[in-house]
């Protein structure tokens, strides 16, 4: 239980960022996190992720993103 709560807070911290960081409402930010894949991205990814700074992250996530864009 306490390592899904540290893993939620996690998944709320990088979609904060990048919202702030894309200038996006959380609305939006949240709906392109859905659209892509990027909350289980995050989850799974989490034990290296969370590790990382906020700028990588924020710009791991936008290539995350963008790779699936592509597609």
């Known amino acids: ?25 959380g609305k939006e930010a949240l709906a392109e996190f859905l659209k892509y894949g990027v909350i289980q991205y995050l989850i799974d990814g989490y034990e290296v992720l969370h590790t990382q700074g906020r700028n990588y992250i924020v710009a791991d996530i936008q290539d995350f993103i963008n790779q699936r864009t592509r597609k």
Do not use: P
């Open 1 to 25: 239980m306490k390592k899904e709560r540290q893993i939620n807070k996690f998944v709320i911290f990088c979609l904060e960022n990048f919202k702030t960081a894309s200038n996006l409402s």
